[in-house]
Each structure stands twice: as C-alpha cells, then as structure tokens.
C-alpha cells in the first residue's frame, strides 16, 4: 500500500521560498566587503537570488554545472548559493585559504564554469586565471563605484548582473538526488577530494541542524555564523536561519575581536558559531575592555577542540552556553553536539564540564560506532578507544570522479579518520587522529590527550606528540615542546607534571624543546613534517 | 551531476533505532491500564517492538496489511506502532469515540486484519465483532493474570504472544512512500475518510514537530502526550520523544485533573500537550488545592482554539508558557503554531497575548494561502478572510480509496474547511468553518468570532451563531444563547454589548434563547442540527 501524502521534493530552494513568504522582512545585516553595515531582507533576498539565477542562465550555465564562490559572509554570498541552486546548477565553496596550486587543481577538478568572488580575493585568481580555461566569467560582488581594476579577463560587475533582470523566474527544481554543492576537504596528504551534496542530504542536514539538541535556533533569534559558508557550508547556516525565519548577521571580511564584539552588540546577536580561535580573540577584546554580551545566550564552537577555560569563561563571566559541536566537511558537517541529559542537573559544575568538553550526541539521522584494527566493535564504555565510523543521509558515500575510491564499506561506513571512546550514554570523545595514535606494544596511545596534558605546564606554550618506531614496543611517544618565552622547563620537571595524569606506559620516552612546531593552512599541526623531521630521534636508554 | 551523499530511507523504525542506540536507557512512565505505574526505557520498546513484529510475522500479516489499535497512551501501545511498522504492515488508529457504526464501517474500508486493544474496549468490540469479518485476531493489551473475559473470538493475550518470541528479527523496510499509519477524519457529513501517512510523511512531520518553534523538545525534556495517538498521531509526539531522546510520560486512561497533576508533579514533565478541555480540567484541579507546576515549562494546545483566560493562568499562576498549536489529521497534524516573534517583546502583555490567540505561524514544509469564492487569492492583512488552503510533504494528496474524490488542486492545495486570516506578518487565525461562515450581502460574517464574544456576557453560558436564509441579503447571522443558570437575558441587553464590539453590519439580527445546543462526538457544535431547528425562523421586523 503506498501512501497518499503530497509529494513535494527535499529542494533548497523551497527553503528561500519559506523564508519570503512567511518571514520577509526578517533582516540580513552584513558587514559589506567595503566596509559599511548592509541591511536587506528575506524578500529581497529572494529577488535577488532570482535575478542571479537569470544573470547565470543567461551566461549559458546549464542544469548540473558547476559554479565557484571565493566570498566571505555576506548578504551577495547568501543570493549567490540560491541563486545558483534555482539555475538548477551546483555551488562550489572556495576556500581562499587554501594554497594556490590546490585552489588550481580544485577549480579545474569539479569543472567550476563561472566564479564568484569577493574584491578581497581578486588577487588570489589573477595569479591563477591563466590555468583556468573552464571559468567563462569572473563575478565581482560588488557594484560599480565600489569595481577595482582587475587584470582579470572576463571580469563581471555582480550587481550590474543583477540590475540587468527583472527577476521574473521560475526556479529550475531538479531530482532531490541531484547535486547541490561541491566543498572540498583538504586532506593532509594527496589532492583535496570533492564532497558532493545533493539537495535531499542539505534539507535533510538542515533539519538535523534546526533540533533543539543540536544548533536549534528560532525565528526570535539572531544567529551570526562567523564560521564561513566556505568552511562545511558555514555548518548548515545558510539554510537553517532562513528555514526558521531567523535574523542573519554577517561579518564579512572581519574576523577580528573587536568588529565581531561590534555587531553581536549592536544588533542583539543571540546565536553565533565559529572555531575556538575566534573567540578566544573575542574573549581577549572583552577582557580588554570590560565589556558584557547582554543579548547572546548560546555559542556553537566546532572545528577543533574546545578548551575547558574558554566554556568556563563563557558561562561564568559572560552567561553563555557553549555548545560543542563536532563534524566534518564529508558529514555536511554536522556529526555530534555536547549537549546534558536531564540527570546531569545533579553533578556539580566540574563534572559537567567534563561532559561538555567531550564532542557529544550523535542527533537522528547519524549513526556511529568505533571499530578495532580488524573492524570489530567497540563497547560504549568511554575508555575502549577505536576508529570512529559515521553514516547517515548526509554523509558522503564517494568523492567527486570516485578520487579515492571507495570510501564507505558494504553497510555505508564511513570511516572518520579520527580515534574515539564512546561512553555508556553515547558521549564520542575524539581521542586522537587514526595516523597519529601511537601503537605501543599492540594497544593504543591519544597523542591529542598528552598534549593537552602537556599544555598544562606552567613552561609549556604548545605540545605535540608523535610516534617513532621503536625496537622493542613497535612505536612509542615523543613529546615535542615549545617553551613559553624565557622558560626551559627539563624534561624531569615534564614528567613530574604528567606523572599522575596518565598511565604508566603512556609516559612519552623523550621530550624535545623546539621554538616552532610547524601548521597546516587550517592551523593544525602537521605530524608528518614532525615525523620526518625526528625520523632519526635516538631513544635514550631510559626508553629502551 | 547526481549528489555522492548516502542512502537512507525515511523509515519510521530508524527512529526507535536512533532512540535505542543513543538513549538506551531513557525512560518511558505509563499509567497502566491495570492501574499501577509502569517504568521502561527505549532499549526495552525496541526490543519488545521486535518481539511484537515477529509475532506478527506469525500471525500472518504480510507487508502492506493493515493492522488497528484501539488503545490509550502507554508503552504497549507505542511498541505496538513501531512493531506493525517494523513488520512492513501499517498502523490504523481507531478512535474509541466515534459511533459503532463508523467504526463498523473503517475497519472494514481500511481492511484491518488484527486489532490491538486496550481492556477498557472490550465491550465496544464485542458489540461490532460478528460485522468485522476480516479481524483475524484481537490482541489484548494485558498480561495473562489481567487478561479479563471476553465474548470475543480470536482474542489472544498481548504479553504471551511476546513472551514467545525472541526479538532476534530485522525489520522489514518498505519503501519510504510506501504507507505506514491510517487515521480517519470525523467528518460531520458522510462516512468518515481515510488519511493513509507514508514513512516520508511522518519522518519529515516529526522533524518539522522537532523544530524549536514548532514542539521542539529535546533530550533533557519529559514529554507527556496527554493528547491521544488516536488524535491524529498525538501530534507527532510517539515518533518526535524517540527521536530526540526525551523521557515519555504516558497517562493511560485517566485524564482527570487529578491523575493527569500527579504524573507532571512525580515525572517533572517540562512540555505536554492537549486540547483545551483537558487543561481547563487541571486548572481547576490546580486551583482547588493551591498546587504548582514547578517542572513544567511548555504546554501546546491545539484541537480547538485556546481561551485567552487559559494562556493568562498558565502565565501568571504557574510559569508556564501555552503554545497555540492549529493543525489537522490531513495535516499529519502539525499546520501552524503561535510562537511570538523577536520585536514582539516590546509589546506590552496584552499585545503580546492577541498574537498568541492567533492559530499562529507556519513551519518550513507547511505552506498556506487564503483565497475567495472563485479561488483568488486574498491579501495577507489580518482582515481579509478566506478559505484556508494547505500544502506540503505531510498533507493529504487523497484519501483512503478515492473517497471524496479529488480533494486537491493541481497546484497541490487541499482546502481545509477553515475561512482564515493571515496578518502580514504571517499569523494565520481561524475565524470560521467554510460551511459556517455566514454570506451577507456579498460579505462575510464570522460566526465563531460572534460567538466568542457573545460567552463574553455575564449571562451567557454557550452561544452559536448560524445563517439564515434572508430575502434581501441571502443569509443573516441568527444567534442562539444558552443562558448561564437563573438567567434570562433580553436580546436588547446582548445586542447592547455587542454594540461597540462588532461592525454594525455584523449584529445577529435575532436572537433566542435555548435550554442546549447540539454537539458532536468530539464536542463541536452541530450547526447543521442547528440550522435544522431553526429553519422555519421568521426575522423580526427589525431585521428587514
């Protein structure tokens, strides 16, 4: 028996549509590229992503083509992604931090047509124009008085495009299954991979993402996404704030304390969410000036591991909830939220905390496990640490021109990449990345928990753990350390520190002092070039 | 290009899935039948739902059956739901309160094959058994030692038939448009009319129940559905505290105030939902022994329209905030819900209260418009009233066979048989039934809006407003009083009060008194009846 319910297909578009009809004149306030504060709405938003949409078809873009965007956060940024998507083409984020051969072979890679950019990043692609033979257009978002010289040929005027359409168009609605957007992850090895999301797997995100538990804001909300809509799709903003009718703030171009401060003032932002390094500029700029958040209640923090200080902060100084969050580019992104159980009431605010720093819950429609060398389960007892898959409707089964090959087994697992526990209540805590866990006589080390030990020490500026081969254990750690200016703690006083925190055999072999340890583009450590660089590390004889 | 994101059907038992995984041990509190309360958790539903499938399987049913319940909210009845949808079958809600002669017919029209039922309705059945050839079996929800006598044939004990299964069983996944539950409309004319939900439908209506303006609970809350899951799917709630992980509160068959307190004070219930009787029941209770809901945050009321005196106890006596909530079975229910927007706060309390009367605003996947007569559509200025149409991915596209013909539209919208406003910011309110709605002239006059400030008066118990035929404007409002007890108010004194109150136009032209006015089986007044009564009235001179 089927049925007999309407059928209306999971497209993106329709959440724009929402967004007009039921809350049109809810704002969208940006800090324009230029610099003054813009102020717009849902309903012209809409109008807008119309007028693109015709600007696209009649620069020939056709259904299932590609389109790029280099932008920061703005309201243009926002039409641009429907207006691509209602030319029943395909969105591809770029991020501008990338290093320019990447950028290069990613461009080229999803076969990008037409790029929108921000006038920030004219000078990006002038360096690379000559190796993009596919991009017919370069879409500058800006209007005529505020057009730089490019040396760019084919440079466009985004809002001549626009003014030149009466945006008078029917959306082009394609299969629910059909692309919608294109975000590469830039893996620390190899060519970045495409990650293809179809408009069923964003609407169905979008609702992951709009429970209570997991982002959830409302229509009587202010939500600002600092996280860029370049980086995992700004984690579902885009389309969340639209779908609940929300008020939108974008930062544009500044990242900064004191212009992020700015705006959740002055327009009375009660939900936000970036990486940890943004706040802890803003925190930084607060503490500078005094200065009180009366209108924000929750701030979602993923991308990297929260430190406990910055949630101790946020509640106590400030009255903000931190919410955890973590994810990745291949889960749309979002993929677990630290959010208390009722009965967690009872604990005192250490014990607490100790749960909020963990990545959280996995919302419906995310599935997980963690999983052994042989790809036998692990129990859900929080110490049991193994390889965390994922699946669900918005993970990704295979990367775009099948790079990579195949990325999921036969019941659809996804393979994180990362090592976690699993408490009984179905806390995951990332422990560490697979290819930095060190294999020590058959079990298990977390580089990430000693360095976060690590950090601890008065001395220490920053910490990173690896594994080096070793004779007798197969690999055992070494623990590499900046010493904070003027410091040179010994490593007898290090392994005093740690002594109690962890277990025995846990205790790093060695422990090296260097002044820099060096970063990806994304600011995480680069383990390989650690690695290589110690390569020939003699253990001492207290290691052996 | 097609999206590389993963497969994932929208089944309904991915649901008790996630709720089994992730919150294992989460409880689910019922009120008996037998009387004591009962305490399980989410690993003991799923388990026991695939027991209950299984014995299913062994009974014969095979996927697309159809399989009733006649039952009251309690743990059985939710593992009866996942376990018919697990076993491929589909799950047909029967109201207790209908006629036997409506539930003669929709059990045979539907085609049930087995019933689960509660004790209480033993007798109902007997009466019907001997026209309701197709009924295999009755299940009855109880465990041997409660297992009462029964004239019924076939009548098998709910717990024994679990007991001999083992729960070792995969569920049968049908498509996700396949069917999944059945519920009839009482229509107040002809037979009722199957709506036939599809697991897309319920699963996309349960995410739109999950966002935070909608029902929006989350894993810490307690959730009681007072309203019941033969109420057009407890509005959700049976699939939407699964999902999200919130504890379940179930009151069995007792919805005294009495009963009804102890369960929100023992369980701390923060968000419960139910139509407007059952809380004028617990305001009375409440108010008779000076009792408080210190647990309770949230209560939707929906079913009919919420009095602005019950919104303002909740308030001021208890802290506790009311949501308008309009929907219907078509519907799936969830159609609108009163939540304020952000500048609603600087309204002052009684502002603010004349939007929460109103049948609220639609969520994403819920669209709405009203339209005259010939079906043009009307502005959205909070006066102009039209017919309510509705669309979306949990609305009806037809009933169960065909019956009733083509109810929507080639644009896909189904009329709802409410007249409407919709203010410009997007708030619907009801202001009568199509066939009610009284045509004066060319215009419309509400008949539930006289009607309502009619109980205004001091005097007046109940009031119904019908049309009349008129010679010189077709139709005039004749409006029919049952005074309070030892009343007896002129028809110059209530026309005196409702002077200032409605356009002059809109002044019944007659009015009498009556010692009651007619309702249905689910408390609406029967305007038809009414209409009858009244159809040889005579306009006094005044009204020509």
Not at 162 to 183: H, K
Not at 390 to 403: F, M, Q, S
Not at 411 to 429: K, P
């Amino acid at each position: 028996m089927r049925g007999l319910m309407q059928n209306f297909p999971l497209h993106e578009n329709s959440i724009l549509d929402h967004a007009k009809k039921h809350h049109a004149s809810r704002e969208i306030i940006s800090r324009s590229i230029e610099g003054p504060i813009h102020k717009t709405n849902y309903a012209q938003i809409h109008h807008r992503a119309k007028q693109c949409a015709q600007a696209l078809v009649k620069l020939g873009i056709k259904p299932g083509q590609v389109v790029a965007t280099m932008a920061w956060n703005t309201w243009r940024h926002l039409e641009t992604w429907y207006g691509i998507l209602g030319a029943g083409a395909v969105y591809h984020t770029l991020n501008p931090r990338l290093f320019p051969d990447q950028l290069n072979y990613i461009i080229n890679h999803a076969e990008d047509q037409i790029l929108f950019l921000d006038a920030t990043f004219i000078p990006i692609m002038e360096n690379l124009a000559e190796k993009l033979p596919n991009i017919r257009a370069y879409i500058i978002m800006a209007d005529k008085t505020a057009m730089p010289k490019t040396k760019l040929k084919n440079a466009l005027c985004y809002e001549d495009l626009l003014a030149a359409e009466d945006g008078d168009f029917q959306w082009i609605l394609t299969d629910e299954n059909d692309a919608a957007g294109i975000c590469y992850t830039s893996g620390t090895t190899g060519n970045p991979k495409g990650v293809v999301y179809s408009h069923r797997s964003n609407v169905l995100h979008t609702l992951i993402a709009a429970m209570p538990d997991v982002l959830g804001p409302g229509n009587a909300d202010s939500v600002m996404p600092v996280v860029p809509m370049f980086h995992a799709n700004a984690w579902g903003l885009a389309f969340l704030a639209p779908m609940v009718g929300a008020k939108m703030v974008m930062p544009g171009a500044k990242m900064d304390g004191e212009s992020i401060y700015e705006l959740l003032d002055s327009e009375k932002v009660s939900f936000t969410a970036a990486v940890p390094t943004v706040w802890l500029m803003l925190l930084q700029y607060l503490e500078g000036g005094n200065r009180k958040l009366p209108h924000l209640k929750r701030v979602a923090i993923g991308g990297s591991a929260v430190p406990r200080s910055m949630i101790e902060k946020f509640d106590k100084d400030y009255g903000v909830t931190v919410s955890h969050l973590w994810g990745m580019t291949e889960m749309s992104p979002v993929g677990t939220t630290g959010s208390l159980r009722a009965h967690h009431g009872e604990l005192d605010y250490e014990d607490q905390l100790d749960i909020r720093l963990k990545q959280g819950l996995a919302p419906y429609m995310v599935d997980m496990k963690i999983t052994d060398d042989d790809g036998k389960e692990l129990p859900w007892d929080g110490k049991s640490f193994g390889h965390l898959m994922v699946r669900g409707p918005a993970v990704a089964r295979a990367y775009l021109k099948g790079e990579g090959g195949e990325i999921v087994d036969e019941e659809s697992w996804f393979d994180t990449g990362d090592v976690a526990t699993i408490d009984a209540e179905g806390y995951m805590q990332i422990t560490d990345r697979s290819k930095d866990v060190i294999k020590s006589g058959g079990e298990w080390i977390s580089s990430i928990e000693i360095e976060n030990l690590a950090v601890g020490h008065p001395d220490v500026a920053e910490a990173a753990v690896i594994g080096l081969p070793h004779p007798k254990w197969d690999e055992r750690p070494l623990l590499v350390l900046v010493p904070k200016e003027g410091a040179a703690p010994s490593a007898r006083a290090i392994k005093d520190y740690l002594k109690d925190k962890i277990a025995k055999w846990w205790m790093p072999d060695d422990i090296v002092l260097t002044d820099e340890i060096p970063h990806t583009a994304t600011g995480k450590i680069q383990k390989m070039a650690l690695r290589e660089k110690y390569q020939n590390h003699r253990w001492t004889d207290e290691a052996g």
